[in-house]
């Protein structure tokens, strides 16, 4: 499993807007990416604060498709709420740590192979 995590601050007066438009075009596109399994946003209790999503991917591969092809598309989508850029940092998730979590997304234990959608789907153009 593989981690993506971003960093960033929404414009104070954003915050209810950007929490919409991550709901209604951003969770939308996510769902549908190919190793896709998980969205964790982290909003602090001030507007000025940063934010910390993360979403959670079957392999590293999957987290480099979505960077390469989908990411750049949410950006400019979220571009207009943003005080600065997002930062983006990559980690390997240790299962072993977390084997909760791992059944919860899978369905299934730790040893077993994580289940995979056997087409990629594509919402944007190479």
């Not at 007066?13 to 919409?20: L, T």
């Not at 950006?75 to 997002?86: D, S, V």
């Amino acid at each position: 499993m593989f981690g993506r995590i971003v960093e960033f601050t929404p414009k104070p007066e954003m915050k209810d807007e950007i929490v919409n438009v991550i709901s209604k075009e951003v969770l939308p596109i996510l769902k549908k990416q190919q190793g896709f399994m998980e969205f964790l946003p982290f909003v602090p209790e001030t507007k000025t604060e940063k934010w910390i999503t993360v979403t959670l991917w079957a392999e590293k591969r999957d987290a480099d498709r979505w960077e390469r092809e989908g990411y750049p598309h949410v950006e400019g989508i979220l571009k207009l709420y943003l005080a600065a850029p997002a930062i983006c940092n990559y980690y390997n998730v240790e299962t072993s740590l977390c084997t909760h979590l791992v059944e919860a997304l899978t369905g299934r234990g730790i040893g077993q192979k994580e289940r995979r959608r056997s087409t990629p789907t594509r919402v944007f153009p190479s």
